[in-house]
Each structure stands twice: as C-alpha cells, then as structure tokens.
C-alpha cells in the first residue's frame, strides 16, 4: 500500500518562504514520478510541479517557475517544494502526488497561507 503524507504548510507573509516535504511509504518511491499540486475552495486542482523518478528532469507551472524548486531524496523516500517568493495568490492547499505506470496516489494535502 502506497501513502503519501505531507507536511510543512502553514501561514507566512508575502515574501516569505515555506518548504514542503512529502513523505511516501512503500517501494515504489524511487521509480516513480512525484509532483506537487495546489486547490483552492471552489476551483480545480492545478499542476504545480513534477520530477523525474532520478531527480533530473523537472517542469513548473508558469505561475511558480522561479520562485518555487521541486526536489527528491531517493534515500528518503521524500519530494520537496521549496516555495520563495510567495504570494497571496499561491494560498491553497497543496497535495503531493505519486505517478507510477497507469496508477497514481494522492496525499491528504497540507494548507499554505500567504497573508498580503
């Protein structure tokens, strides 16, 4: 069984920074592709950023790319998101997810809010 869990949210000011850590049980973290998503009430789930199952290859959404940095720690079972910069607008609750084949695995999700 896969879980996922996330941890590191919480309330910051504009400018501020917040790093996120997901945890992941089970053996298939280092194979698999991780990516981090963000919800707000009222709106879709939205793609944030993803890595490679070895770290090497990562894409972002225009509205994080420069301020926000995906990582892994195969060794740990654990994605990063290093959050700088952050924004009002970037208020939401953000989910890690596990992408491995045809199936994917979602985290509860932890609540980041950026106070203007």
């Known amino acids: 069984q896969v879980q996922l869990v996330e941890s590191g949210g919480g309330l910051v000011q504009a400018g501020g920074s917040l790093r996120l850590s997901c945890a992941v049980s089970?053996?298939?973290?280092?194979?698999?592709?991780m990516g981090w998503f963000r919800q707000t009430p009222g709106k879709e789930r939205e793609f944030v950023a993803t890595?490679?199952?070895?770290?090497?290859?990562?894409y972002y959404s225009d509205s994080v790319k420069g301020r926000f940095t995906i990582s892994r720690d195969n060794e740990r079972n654990t994605v990063y998101l290093q959050m700088n910069s952050l924004k009002p607008e970037d208020t939401a609750v953000y989910y890690c997810?596990?992408?491995?084949?045809?199936?994917?695995?979602w985290g509860l999700g932890t609540q980041v809010t950026v106070s203007s």
């Open positions: 997810r596990l992408e491995r084949g045809d199936s994917d695995y």
């Open positions: 089970g053996r298939t973290f280092s194979t698999s592709i």
């Open positions: 890595i490679s199952w070895n770290g090497i290859i990562t």
